[in-house]
Every structure is written in C-alpha cells, then in structure tokens.
C-alpha cells in the first residue's frame, strides 16, 4: 500500500522489503532465541537428561553457569556480525525509497564540528554552512549561503552572523553578500543588516534529514555522536541506541537463561504447556518493556543509562532467582 501510490514494480516492492528483511529478524531476534531456548528446554526435560545430570550432583546454576558465558559470547558475535548489515541494509532502503519518491535522500548533514544543509527552489539550490548551530538547527551562528543558478552555476554567496529559521524564510542578520557575476565581487560586495532568505525548511525536515540511527553502525556512533554535540545539536537518540546494542548481549543471555530455568522441570511433573505458555508471555512482555524504556530513554523521562541497562540486568537477575528456585525445590 505505501508503494502504490508511487507507481512501483513487483520488482521495486521486493528489492525493498528483501532490504528491510535484516532489520526485521535483528528486531524480533531476542524472542527468536528464547523460543530456542524454550524449545530446548522442553527437550532437556522430555528426554530426562536433565534428571541424569541432578542425579549426578551437580546443580542447577553450576549447570547453566557455562552455558550462559558461552550465550553471551555468542550474543556478543550475533551483535558485532548484525549489525554492520542492518545499519548497511537500512541506509541502502532509505536510499532506494527516497529515490522512488524522487526526493534527495538528505537536506542535512554534520562533516566535523560543521553543519551543512541543502534547500532547492525554482531560483535554484543553496547550499548553507554554518560552524555552529543550536539545538534544533533553527539558528545558526556564522553562517554562510551558497547559491546556485540552474544555468550558471555559482552565482552569489552570504555570509550573516546570524541566521534564524522561521516558517517560510531564513532571517538573516548582519549579512555581506557577494554576486558572483560581477568583475570584482569583493569591491562590489554589499552588507546589510537584516535580509529575507526564502526555504522550504522546517525545523522537523532538518531534523529528521540527519542520517537515521538505524543506519549508522555501532562503531561509527561515538564519532557521530561527538560530531552532532560538537555542531551543537542533541544526539541524546543516537546515544540510546548505542547503549541499547552495546546491552544487547545481556539481554539475549538473560532471556535465553530465563527462557531454560522456565522450560525445564521432571517430564512427570507435567505442565510443560503451561511453561510454554509462560516463557512466550514472559518474552513479548519483556519485548514490549524494552520498546517502553527505549523510548522512555530518547524522551528523557528516565536516564540513557538505566533505560538501556535496567531491563537486561533486571531479566538476567529474575533468570537467576527462577534458577535458585528451581534448585531449592
């Protein structure tokens, strides 16, 4: 349905839901794995093998205690190999759905401690740069405006102390401005005090043209993340998620433990469908208390610390207690 309105092929359609593929496994992926680790679970206690290992003393924690470190070695790997592709698939379906929608792919971009945007109008493009910026990108210091003409290319530049974004116009204060057609376009350069820049800008299309977290790799972040502070915008987004994966492998080990001390118990004992029944509830509960903490994080009703850490070492800690449990009795 979203690409019908754009006249898009069969082959369009498949290109981009086989690009979006990889994000969608990469988020479901803790319910995957602890519906493996139930499935597996049900199977240690179906065929009694873990009756054998109690009858031969060894303990429930002592017993899951080397299968969890090599859980999170392998989450940590799931994690480092995942990712580059999701951030890769990502940013390639942005690309092609931008392209369907004959739009360009971004109006904003941050290079170093600058911040580079891009408008287009009849008159042409402006290409406008500026140091520094603030929070919203809706006022900028030391700005300069690039203006180009269809035909003739480079055409005039602006350089305004500072410049504001309002609805319609950027408004410009303590403006030199070059035309670049002139013999001499520093002797014939001009200064005003305030001047009218016409944009279709808005404060939510500059934000939302940065490139998206999803698309960045984990280990570009930090640097992302110290560019966007350095230009003077907020990446508090952008540091959620660098918390959320860099806690990723907690919370698969977490799940997939909780999912084990669940699942197993004596075959005579019954009660395996309702066990089944507990783990699958317990997992989309936790999957929906992770969205809520993620989105609790990047709003800052609650610290990026805590909303990415707190669930998983909450479930690796609820993983060890049903363990002690299921060793008491």
Do not use: C
């Amino acid at each position: 349905r979203r690409l019908s309105a754009l006249d898009a092929g069969f082959g369009a359609a498949m290109r981009l839901s086989l690009l979006n593929l990889p994000e969608a496994f990469y988020e479901i992926a803790p319910l995957v794995m602890m519906l493996a680790a139930l499935w597996l679970g049900l199977g240690w206690s179906r065929n009694s093998e873990f009756v054998v290992i109690r009858a031969a003393g060894r303990s429930v924690p002592g017993l899951l205690a080397v299968p969890a470190l090599v859980l999170l070695v392998v989450s940590a790997g799931f994690v480092a190999v995942m990712n580059p592709l999701v951030a890769s698939s990502a940013r390639q379906y942005q690309a092609s759905l931008s392209a369907l929608q004959g739009g360009p792919s971004s109006v904003a971009a941050v290079s170093g401690d600058d911040l580079w945007l891009r408008q287009a109008d009849v008159q042409g493009q402006t290409v406008i740069h500026a140091p520094r910026a603030e929070e919203t990108g809706t006022v900028l210091f030391d700005a300069s405006f690039l203006m180009f003409h269809p035909e003739r290319g480079l055409s005039a530049r602006l350089r305004a102390a500072r410049a504001d974004l309002r609805p319609g116009a950027w408004q410009l204060q303590g403006v030199k401005q070059w035309r670049l057609s002139d013999q001499n376009p520093e002797a014939q350069a001009t200064t005003l005090p305030t001047l009218a820049v016409p944009t279709d800008l808005t404060p939510e299309k500059i934000r939302d043209s940065f490139a998206q977290v999803r698309t960045i790799p984990l280990l570009q972040l930090p640097g992302f993340i110290a560019a966007l502070e350095r230009a003077g915008f907020s990446a508090r987004e952008h540091r959620m998620r660098l918390h959320m994966e860099l806690a990723l492998p907690l919370l698969l080990t977490g799940m997939m433990l909780l999912a084990l001390a669940i699942s197993i118990h004596h075959a005579r004992s019954g009660g395996a469908g309702i066990r089944a029944l507990i783990t699958i509830l317990s997992g989309f509960t936790l999957f929906f208390l992770r969205n809520f903490a993620q989105v609790l994080g990047e709003t800052g009703q609650i610290p990026i610390v805590l909303a990415a850490w707190g669930l998983p070492v909450a479930t690796l800690l609820l993983a060890i207690g049903v363990m002690l449990n299921l060793e008491e009795n």
